[in-house]
Each structure stands twice: as C-alpha cells, then as structure tokens.
T-cell receptor, first 112, second 110 residues
Framework: NAGVTQTPKFRILKIGQSMTLQCTQD?????MYWYRQDPGMGLKLIYY???????DKGEVPNGYNVSRSTTEDFPLRLELAAPSQTSVYFC???????????FGPGTRLTVL | EDKVVQSPLSLVVHEGDTVTLNCSYE??????LLWYKQEKKAPTFLFMLTSSGIEKKSGRLSSILDKKELFSILNITATQTGDSAIYLC??????????FGQGTTLQVKP
C-alpha cells in the first residue's frame, strides 16, 4: 500500500514551458486535492476533485488545469510556466468527506 | 473570506521546555480543526478536533478546541529535538475543503 505518490520529486522549468505533475493514490479515495506551499506559508488549495470526472477550483486555480479520468489519478497541468509558480506542490486524498487528508511527498518546482 | 491564523510564526526553545502553539479561525460552516506536523516532506496528521473542550492527547502532544472563541491550541511538553518541524493548523468546512494557516516553525535546541 503506497498511499499517495507524486512524480517528479524535483523539476526546473523555463518560463513558458509546460509540464504535468502526476499524483496517484491506491487507497480508493474519492476526494483528491492539489495544494501549493510557498516558503513560510501554509498550503493553498489549487484544485480538488470529489470523484472521477468531477473537478472544482480551489483558492488559487489560475495558471493550472486538472483532470480526473480515474479514481486513482489526479494530474495537475501547468500550461505556461511563470516564476510565480515556483513552489512545492502537494497532492492529497481523503475518503468521501472524512477530514483526514493523506499527503504525497511533494514536488519541488522551480521556474526560471 | 475564510481564514486561519497561527501564532507565533516561529519559535525557538530548548529541550525540555513546554510550548503552546495557537490557531484562530474564521470559517463558514465549520466542520473540524486539524493539526499537522510537517518535517522535510509532506504534512503528517496529528489531531482532528470537532467538539469544544475535549482534549485530544498523544504522548507529549495535546490539543483542545474552543468553538465559542474560535481557536485551538497545541501543547508540546518536554520538547525534544525531534519535535522541530512546521506545525500546520487547518480548518475544514462542510464542503470538504481545508483552509490552512501559515504554520508555526518550531526549533528545539539541544
């Protein structure tokens, strides 16, 4: 049981490049979330999903897109990377509306 | 606008000291308050609080919620260097979203 896994662990992008951050969970959780964490700050919700085929915006969705074609996977897409998107990205999941969210190890992204 | 505010933002203590971390919130449709510990990687769950006045305890850590005054505290007694971490407070609403505070960075010196 791997829990929540994320790839890659680190990535450096140039301004304007695009990439997809992968997130997979094997706990059969319906809810999945993407957060970003800037230095000295708490986590801010980017997007979340309540099940396959259903996604919704969080606090800071601009510049990102998501899809949820399966229960297990919830990729986060950056289309035109900007320096403001330099951050650590965490994926999390939870079972239905249970409040305990289980977090992946994070992806550290730098945009230069 | 929903918000969660933690204080202090950072704290340096010596081993054996007792610390109290604070979390206040203004969240519509409050469901629960959660504490997480974040070391180098992902946050790990500590406590979930839903009822006022009931202390949750795990070893040297304890936490309590006051829903009337809209705050929670996290206490750590007899601190150890392994307690050094960022402690995150988050509040969930009935929509299932979590709103996080900025975190308190705790450093415990030997």
């Amino acid at each position: 049981n791997a829990g929540v896994t994320q790839t890659p662990k680190f990535r450096i992008l140039k301004i304007g490049q695009s990439m997809t951050l992968q997130c997979t969970q094997d706990m059969n959780h319906n809810y999945m979330y993407w957060y970003r964490q800037d230095p000295g700050m708490g986590l801010k919700l980017i997007y979340y999903s309540v099940g396959a085929g259903i996604t919704d915006k969080g606090e800071v969705p601009n510049g990102y897109n998501v899809s949820r074609s399966t229960t297990e996977d919830f990729p986060l897409r950056l289309e035109l990377a900007a320096p403001s998107q330099t951050s650590v990205y965490f994926c999390a999941s939870s079972y239905l509306r249970t409040d305990t969210q289980y977090f992946g190890p994070g992806t550290r992204l730098t945009v230069l | 606008e929903d918000k969660v505010v933690q204080s202090p933002l950072s704290l340096v203590v010596h081993e054996g000291d007792t610390v109290t971390l604070n979390c206040s919130y203004e969240v519509t449709n409050f469901r629960s308050l959660l504490w997480y510990k974040q070391e180098k990687k992902a946050p790990t769950f500590l406590f979930m609080l839903t009822s006022s006045g009931i202390e949750k305890k795990s070893g040297r850590l304890s936490s309590i919620l006051d829903k009337k005054e809209l705050f929670s505290i996290l206490n750590i007694t007899a601190t150890q260097t392994g307690d050094s971490a960022i402690y995150l407070c988050a509040v969930s609403s009935n929509t299932g979203k979590l709103i996080f505070g900025q975190g308190t960075t705790l450093q415990v010196k030997p």
